[in-house]
């Protein structure tokens, strides 16, 4: 029943740049399994950037080479570092994953999001 907050979004300029935060809003033993999603008006929440199983990292073709996805597991903290922004990555930015202990994991529950807005 974790609780993830996402924060850093904000209005900035097409070619500009943004770091996202996701952090736990408890003490954990470990994030596990993370990934960054984002949902645009009228459109279904997609996948952007993830940590998979065994620390792999994917990305959304769309954002591939501009979005840099990073984990500071010492704060239990995701970030989305987003670089050479587009109008279309305008959207509400969710992370998502798992919490874990040593004998297993957890799903988070869904956050708030945060506002990204990516004029021309």
């Known amino acids: 029943q974790e609780q993830l907050v996402e924060s850093g979004g904000d209005l900035v300029q097409a070619g500009g740049s943004l770091r996202l935060s996701c952090a736990a809003s408890?003490?954990?033993?470990?994030?596990?399994?993370m990934g960054w999603y984002r949902q645009a008006p009228g459109s279904e929440r997609e996948l952007v950037a993830a940590f998979t199983k065994g620390g792999k990292l994917d990305y959304a073709e769309s954002v591939e080479g501009r979005f840099t996805i990073a984990r500071d597991n010492d704060k239990n903290t995701v970030y989305l570092q987003m670089n050479s922004l587009k109008p279309e990555d305008t959207a509400v930015y969710y992370c998502?994953?798992?919490?874990?202990?040593?004998?297993?994991?957890?799903?988070?529950?869904w956050g708030q999001g945060t506002q990204v807005t990516v004029s021309s």
């Open positions: 998502n994953g798992d919490y874990c202990y040593n004998h297993g994991c957890y799903a988070f529950t």
């Open positions: 408890r003490s954990i033993f470990s994030i596990g399994t």
